[in-house]
Nanobody, 120 residues
Framework: QAQLAESGGGLVQAGGSLRVSCAAS????????MAWFRQAPRKEREFVAR???????DYTDSVKGRFTISREDAKNMVYLQMDSLKAADTAVYYC??????????????WGQGTQVTISS
């Protein structure tokens, strides 16, 4: 059974950096597009970044130039490096996985999330 487990969240001052990680198990990781979503209080979950199984990356406009998604297939890990953090980045960050054959369809697997809080 596929599982995703996020880690690395915490409290950081505005302008600081943080890296969240996601460990995947139970799936052929190198065949999956991996993504990060986030959900702020009283808001809907939103897309943050994704990296395809070929290494192509995509970001939502609000994090371009500040966040970097990467993957390490040998360790079944995906990372989100977050720099120049803002209070608006405060949210629960979720890792998600989608098989490469699913194109732009929904993500099949989700983690439980890790809280990121930015103090201003």
């Amino acid at each position: 059974q596929a599982q995703l487990a996020e880690s690395g969240g915490g409290l950081v001052q505005a302008g600081g950096s943080l890296r969240v990680s996601c460990a995947a198990s139970g799936l052929p990781f190198s065949w999956y597009t991996m993504a990060w979503f986030r959900q702020a209080p009283r808001k809907e979950r939103e897309f943050v970044a994704r990296i395809t199984w070929t290494g192509v990356t995509d970001y939502t406009d609000s994090v371009k130039g500040r966040f970097t998604i990467s993957r390490e297939d040998a360790k079944n890990m995906v990372y989100l490096q977050m720099d120049s953090l803002k209070a608006a980045d405060t949210a629960v960050y979720y890792c998600a996985a989608r098989h490469r054959w699913r194109g732009t369809g929904p993500y099949a697997y989700w983690g439980q999330g890790t809280q990121v809080t930015i103090s201003s």
